[in-house]
């Protein structure tokens, strides 16, 4: 994690808007490239998992891989998750108390 503290501390050290514009474009495309690679392990018809807002854990039908998200079927409802934020494998729920 240290390579990660360095960079934080390199970029609070950034004194103009135009370095911190390029900056914060270089993360964005990271994200992207991140989130495309995610969504390249799915495939239509793959039986998925994903957690929803409340931490309640979803299960459906992939019904179509776009570049970033994945469309999901769960019963009549279709959701539109980010590749990130889903499994080929149930989750393991803790619980809150």
């Known amino acids: 994690m240290s390579n990660v503290?360095?960079?934080?501390?390199?970029?609070?050290?950034?004194?103009?808007?135009?370095?911190?514009?390029?900056?914060?474009?270089?993360?964005?495309?990271?994200?992207?490239?991140?989130?495309?690679?995610?969504?390249?392990?799915?495939?239509?018809?793959?039986?998925?998992?994903?957690?929803?807002?409340?931490?309640?854990?979803?299960?459906?039908v992939v019904t179509k891989v776009n570049p970033r998200t994945v469309s999901v079927r769960v019963g009549m409802t279709r959701w539109r998750v980010d590749a990130g934020l889903l499994s080929l494998e149930p989750i393991t729920n803790k619980e809150v108390a």
């Open 5 to 60: 503290n360095d960079i934080i501390a390199n970029i609070r050290n950034v004194d103009n808007n135009q370095d911190m514009r390029d900056i914060i474009d270089a993360v964005n495309e990271q994200q992207k490239r991140i989130a495309r690679m995610s969504s390249r392990k799915f495939a239509v018809g793959d039986y998925v998992y994903f957690q929803n807002r409340r931490g309640e854990q979803i299960d459906g």
